[in-house]
């Protein structure tokens, strides 16, 4: 009796641990997003009440009331405004996947993204910009359940030499970033034509040669970042897990010699040779106006 | 004394209903997933952009969209239990998605929430994995080839349409489930979910075109019972 008793209770023991595993993980109540957030970008802190009418007097028309990228503007816009309830951000210091620091929505407000329809707000006082990142971040429950990814860490910039430039070359072929993004770096790979966002909206790879700032930022160390984190909601993916550092800062020397109007000190090493000044050369198309001077 | 006794026979019970989860002989919900009308014409995937993928078929492989088979049968159809069984966790086990010559083996993959899934690249060329969920987080991954493989987990249950941006012909889905029972059709249409518990299940059958269906069944003890879903083709 006593021995039945016992194995009775010692059943209901081990039943009693996996059901409550379980209750747990059913009875989780869906996050909310929370009403007051604040940002720390260097010594400010950003409040999101502050950033509220800010908001709605400048980033709504296009971002929507909620914050879903459906403002009156969007269906005019492409690419369309970033959904802050997806929180699925393109410039981030972070791994792909993760939510961005405060820095890197705040870097993004004031440099504006080159080739869209989102301006630079520079002109804001540097309070409002910190309380407006404050503010979107309460769209999306993703702020109160996740915490930003750990910032991917840039080495100091290796010191520039030909080996270095030859190596991305080759990079820049093993790592087929040409699928896309073109053999001479125009953005006209043979991929290029087939790419849509997340939204499933056409996008362009980046085209090198038309400026050296791309949506991202303009220094090496931004070019660093973005093949490390890649763009998320875009077809560029991360090459933080396949690629060796030294490896990614031959490739950020190489991407330079593709902006052939950019006067780069990499563009400068590459045209003192013989081989690499044909080919920037070759890249300048003169009368362009009638086409006149272009060689079948 | 009589407090003892029921104290005593309702541990009894909660031992018999332990038995019957532990043990191999619960209830068994089988069954086969058809077509009915005509299915879209598959096309042949046009591999010309990425030669050391072509070369891997002496003809071009189909899109795999539609998979059919013979009776009508439907292939890549995740048959699952979406309601009356308790959550579970993750199986220490990993799921396994591989790219080879440019297209996702298997086609459609299920796993369970927090199960890890290793992504791997068996081809001379490199891919991007790129999942699109909606509840999940958003990453895309490079993976050119010998590249060691991709860990990942998701901690929401989703379908989450997996694609390649490189060679755009590559889809995929993921199929990220609460519990254990669940089981995708391959050749044949067939399914089978076992060691159900008694109970009552809503068993629901998903497929990436033709959207889910759902039916109610009820199992008491180790009975097998049979349920099919039939699925409305669309030609275009």
């Keep these: 009796m006593l021995n039945i008793k016992k194995l009775c209770l010692n059943v209901a023991v081990a039943l009693m641990l996996p059901a409550g595993l379980v209750a747990q993980l059913a009875d989780q109540p869906a996050a909310k997003p929370s009403a007051h957030l604040e940002s720390h970008v260097g010594n400010l802190t950003g409040h999101s009440e502050a950033g509220r009418p800010l908001y709605y007097r400048y980033c709504w028309g296009c971002h929507g009331a909620r914050g879903d990228g459906n403002g009156e503007n969007a269906p005019y816009l492409t690419p369309q405004p970033r959904n802050f309830v997806a929180a699925t951000f393109k410039c981030r210091s972070t791994p792909t996947g993760t939510l961005p620091l405060d820095q890197d929505l705040y870097n993004s407000l004031v440099r504006g993204f080159n080739f869209t329809n989102m301006p630079s707000w520079a002109a804001l006082t540097a309070q409002s910009r910190a309380d407006l990142v404050a503010f979107i971040k309460t769209f999306s429950a993703r702020w109160v359940t996740e915490k930003p990814g750990d910032p991917i860490p840039i080495p100091a910039e290796p010191k520039l030499t030909l080996e270095s430039l030859k190596h991305g070359g080759e990079l820049y072929q093993k790592l087929e970033c040409w699928k896309c993004h073109g053999q001479e770096g125009r953005g006209d790979g043979p991929s290029a034509s087939t790419l849509t966002d997340s939204n499933d909206q056409p996008i362009r790879p980046f085209n090198f040669t038309t400026t050296n700032r791309s949506k991202c930022g303009k220094t090496n160390q931004d070019l660093y970042r973005i093949f490390m984190t890649g763009v998320d909601g875009t077809p560029m993916p991360s090459f933080a897990d396949v690629i060796k550092p030294e490896d990614a800062w031959d490739l950020v020397h190489y991407l330079r010699t593709l902006q052939y109007n950019n006067r780069s000190p990499e563009l400068a090493l590459w045209e003192s040779t013989k081989e690499g000044r044909e080919i920037v050369n070759a890249k300048h198309v003169q009368n362009t106006y009638t086409g006149s001077g272009i060689q079948p | ?236």
């Design chain 2, 1 to 236: 004394m009589q407090v003892k006794h029921a104290v005593i026979a309702g541990l009894a019970m909660l031992a018999a209903s332990a038995v019957a989860v532990a043990g191999p002989s619960g209830g068994t919900v089988s069954g086969k997933v058809t077509y009915e009308g005509t299915p879209a014409k598959m096309k042949p995937i046009d591999m010309s952009k990425e030669p050391s993928c072509a070369k891997m078929y002496p003809s071009p492989p189909l899109a795999e969209t539609v998979v059919t088979g013979a009776g009508s049968s439907l292939e890549n159809v995740v048959v699952y239990v979406s309601a009356g069984a308790p959550d579970e966790p993750a199986p220490s086990t990993a799921a396994t998605f591989t790219q080879k010559g440019c297209r996702y083996i298997p086609h459609l993959l299920a796993f369970q929430v927090n199960q890890e899934l290793k992504i791997t690249n068996e081809d001379q060329t490199s891919h991007n994995i790129h999942p699109l969920p909606k509840l999940n987080r958003e990453w895309n991954k490079s993976q050119p080839p010998g590249t060691p493989p991709i860990s990942e987990k998701y901690d929401k249950a989703e379908f989450i349409p997996v694609k390649c941006n490189v060679h755009p012909w590559m889809h995929g889905t993921f199929a990220v489930l609460k519990n254990s029972h669940f089981s995708v059709t391959r050749d044949g249409g067939a399914f089978s979910l076992a060691n159900l518990p008694p109970g009552k299940y809503t068993i629901t059958a998903w497929h990436e075109s033709y959207g889910d269906q759902s039916q109610d069944v009820t199992i008491s003890g180790t009975e097998a019972k049979t349920v099919n879903f039939v699925f409305k083709a669309k030609p275009y």
